[in-house]
């Protein structure tokens, strides 16, 4: 911050880690950038499987077969970190289900809609 000082106001673009964006319709969201943020003070996460990391960094959800593990007690619709199985923080999405409801589901059943993940890093990186 004591760098940017040297930087007339007028001409400065950024200054420190890019968490979001606002909409058109004045709302924020959160990008990729909050991830390190998020993942230090996650209170619910879900651990994917090896074999559905691939699937879930091309941008689709998580399903039921990918599941590895999920917090205990977690509720429906609310934010969690996704990690891999060796606890690298790989995004950021919303919970579909319930911990209860996760256990009685299909295999094909969404656990987690896909929100932002580090692939989006190469998939936009014109943008970002």
């Known amino acids: 911050m ?9 001409k400065l673009v950024a200054l420190g880690t890019c968490i979001g964006k606002l909409t058109h319709t004045g709302k924020f969201r959160l990008t990729i950038g909050a991830l390190d943020l998020l993942s230090q003070h996650a209170k619910y996460k879900i651990w994917v499987k090896p ?10 959800n998580i399903l039921k ?25 790989l995004g950021f999405g919303v919970t579909g289900k319930s911990t209860e409801d996760c256990r009685t589901m299909d295999p094909s059943g969404i656990v987690a809609f896909h ?11 014109d943008e970002i």
């Open 2 to 10: 004591k760098k940017a000082t040297n930087v007339a106001r007028e």
């Open 51 to 60: 074999s559905a990391e691939m699937q879930y960094l091309y941008g689709n």
């Open 65 to 89: 077969s990918g599941l590895g593990r999920i917090t205990e007690n977690t509720p429906a619709y609310t934010g969690v970190v996704i990690y891999s199985m060796s606890d690298i923080p």
């Open 115 to 125: 929100q932002a993940d580090v692939g989006e890093y190469l998939r936009g990186e």
